[in-house]
């Protein structure tokens, strides 16, 4: 790729809607901090470039999340991050995060989201807080705890949920009366759906009522499914690298969202997780030029119908825009 164009890519101002903070820690902070070798961070913390799925995948979060349950290091992995990205000039990010799973040392998921808010405020750059609830067996307590909680913070650093983990073991459409109880509350919501699952799970999703999913590119799989996330105006929170890595598709080139986008589907490009994915906005940008049609002014405009899709306020995202390229 020419040197003038991947300038341009460092210095376009980006937009992040679908970031785990649990799979973006800081490598360097992490290996110094713990003694770690370059291979135990890969081994703990970085999945292979081909995983057998996505549960392989997900194994990548079990020693980040045992690190993050002190103040101290919640407070770590949010400010590193903010930093991170405040260097690849994103202008707005969304970062996500189960707070039922940081509680093992004795904070409670309120004082988990309080802690991560108060950090995410101390970085200069515009963010927010979707809190997740997770897939699972007998966890469903804690899921409801996340989305009161989601409401306390509603507009003071938290903007939506999210509903995450293996989902071709707990199917979306066990989650509906989540999202009920979350439209009663008057939260916003997105969804990991058609990733490790497929065509169902998407339309579960939209049943919901999510105007944002997480992944969803199994759609190309239904022209129907398609014409219906066109038709409610639904966006996909697309994440190329990972999506290879659990073998949702085989390369950059043959990756759905090139049809996608023909398709007319609003896309938005995301890292999914900048440490267990190994990439950053960047690198998924020049990946997708590198080995698609899509062009950099194509890229230009995801990042628009990001801000677009952002859960801001109208005001909100008329100043984002105008940072815009």
Do not use: W
């Not at 799979?23 to 770690?36: A, D, H, Q, T």
């Not at 707005?92 to 409670?108: D, V």
């Not at 309080?114 to 609830?133: F, G, H, Q, T």
């Amino acid at each position: 790729m020419d040197n003038k164009l991947i300038e341009k890519i460092h210095n376009m101002p980006k937009v992040e809607l679908h970031l785990h903070i649990d799979g973006s820690l800081n490598v360097n902070r992490i290996k110094e901090k713990y003694n770690m070798t370059d291979e135990e961070i890969d081994n703990k913390m970085v999945a292979q470039d081909k995983c057998s799925n996505l549960n392989d995948y997900l194994i990548k979060f079990d020693f980040p999340i045992s690190i993050m349950q002190t103040k101290e290091e919640l407070e770590n992995a949010t400010i590193d991050l903010l930093n991170t990205l405040k260097t690849q000039n994103v202008v707005y990010a969304e970062l996500r995060f189960a707070p039922q799973f940081h509680t093992k040392k004795g904070l409670s998921q309120d004082e988990v989201v309080s802690i991560v808010i108060n950090a995410m405020k101390s970085v200069d750059i515009k963010s927010n807080l979707i809190l997740c609830v997770m897939r699972g067996k007998n966890n469903e307590k804690e899921n409801l705890e996340t989305i009161q909680i989601a409401k306390k913070y509603l507009n003071k650093g938290v903007c939506a949920i999210d509903l995450a983990g293996a989902e071709a073991i707990y199917k979306t459409s066990r989650y509906v009366d989540i999202f009920k109880y979350a439209k009663e509350l008057g939260i916003p919501f997105t969804i990991h759906a058609g990733e490790a699952d497929g065509v169902s799970s998407i339309e579960a999703a939209i049943l919901c009522g999510a105007k944002r999913i997480g992944h969803g590119v199994r759609a190309i799989e239904d022209d129907k499914l398609i014409d219906k996330i066109k038709e409610k105006n639904i966006t996909l929170e697309v994440c190329p690298t990972s999506n290879i890595q659990t073998c949702v598709c085989k390369d950059y080139s043959t990756h759905p969202i090139v049809k996608l986008f023909e398709k007319g589907v609003n896309i938005t490009i995301n890292t999914d997780n900048m440490t267990v994915s190994n990439t950053t906005l960047e690198k998924e940008y020049i990946n997708i030029i590198e080995n698609t049609n899509i062009t950099y002014n194509d890229i230009c405009n995801m990042n628009r119908k990001a801000i677009e899709a952002a859960f801001l306020t109208d005001k909100e995202k008329e100043e984002l825009l105008k940072k815009l390229i």
